[in-house]
């Protein structure tokens, strides 16, 4: 059974960091791009970074560059969403998301990716 289960969300302060995983079974995670998305109350779902197969060339919104950082353990089977100097547009639940082909470059596309987490809430807010 092909499952991603995101974890690490909470409440935290402008300016505070958090770290979200993506835990995957069921796939042979270590061929697929992985994505992180997030969706704000009243907003679409926006991509924030992502990472190819192999861990190289990551992805990241504008919005979040210098802020987030994308990494894997292929060994793991886990994405993680470094996120620091969070600020309260980063508001929003978080998404992880596994690309439905092989050996690809990443893109922040929604249409891209098969498979899906539930997501977790991130809160930021003082």
């Known amino acids: 059974q092909v499952q991603l289960v995101e974890s690490g969300g909470g409440l935290v302060q402008p300016g505070g960091s958090l770290k979200l995983s993506c835990a995957a079974t069921g796939f042979n995670f270590k061929f697929y791009a992985i994505g992180w998305f997030r969706q704000a109350p009243g907003k679409e779902r926006e991509g924030v970074s992502c990472?190819?197969?192999?861990?190289?060339?990551?992805l990241y919104a504008d919005s979040v560059k210098g802020r987030f950082t994308i990494s894997r353990d292929n060994d793991k089977n886990t994405a993680y969403l470094q996120m620091n100097n969070l600020k309260p547009e980063d508001t929003a639940v978080y998404y992880c998301?596994?690309?439905?082909?092989?050996?690809?470059?990443?893109?922040?596309?929604?249409?891209?990716?098969?498979?899906w987490g539930q997501g977790t809430q991130v809160t930021v807010s003082s």
């Open positions: 998301a596994a690309d439905s082909r092989v050996y690809r470059g990443c893109v922040l596309s929604m249409d891209e990716y098969s498979r």
């Open positions: 990472t190819n197969w192999s861990g190289v060339n990551p």
